[in-house]
């Protein structure tokens, strides 16, 4: 029974499709979610299996030994089941094991080709590098306000980077059809993950979909409402809290520092403008200290100085 796989996105969902006949399956993500996490799927942690089930593929080939062929599925079924993509390399591979499976392994050395998985590891995360590089130029919002679509072509056009750093659009195969029984839409049939990667880094394009690199993890995210937004609502390892919740927190306390030192500056500074009227100082005198004090307090606020060295400097 061959796997079919189908992506296709609708409003703000990504939908995937795929399975076989008697036994489909269907998964839903917000849209941009599923690009977003592979980036910063670790594939090298994984190396091994590739290895491993290259042998496996050669062995199955050369020794013909079809006890191999319910370990390889099962290995590439766990595999897919780290990131929806590999669902696809999992379906490919699933289909070409039967039909060499159904020829008793004979002259299937151009069905099975192993180094195809051998190198996935090593192309996933150059994928990942060069997405990474293509977000940066163009999507991410602080790369400058130009239409998406202009920074794109500078980008291809400027021929700074190694041509192998530079992700390649490619061909796609993608029909426009009935989905869900009660909508049409751009329906990709994937070859491969570049074709998976290559629709949605266009889709988001298309969009203009603005992504931001989050201020506590550092990867990145969508930015789906308010562009001010700073931090990403992925749970921090091993917590309940999300980077926004720490976030939430930093600026709270930031806030209440600044509080904090405005208040201190305020008391020394009308104190010591009391002392003009009093005749202690002269108003020279003082506004030469405000000045000064106005750079401590900054030097506070920018935390240069701690809270307590600039009251120390204060009361001198
Ligand atoms: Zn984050």
Redesign the pocket.
Known sequence: MPHKFKVYIQNDNEYFEYGTEDYPLRKEFLFGETLINFLYFDITEFEDIYMELGEKLKSLRTEKKPDYYGSLLAELGKMAEKHIYLELTYGVWADRLEEALEKEFNNVEGLLPENELIKLPYKVSLLQKQIKELFARVLDIDSGREPMGKKLAAYYNAHTAEPSDIFQFKKLQICFEPVRHEDFAEVLYPNDIYDIIGFFVKELIRREQRLRV??????Y?VLRGRSNVE????L?DGSEK???DMGAINIWNRKKNDDEVFKLYRREYKRRFGWIRAGKISPDEFYKWSEIAREQKTRCDNGEISLDEFNAWLKK
Not at 231 to 234: A, E, F, I, L
């Open positions: 989050c201020k506590n993890c550092g990867k995210f931090y990403c609502d992925r921090i999300s980077c926004r």
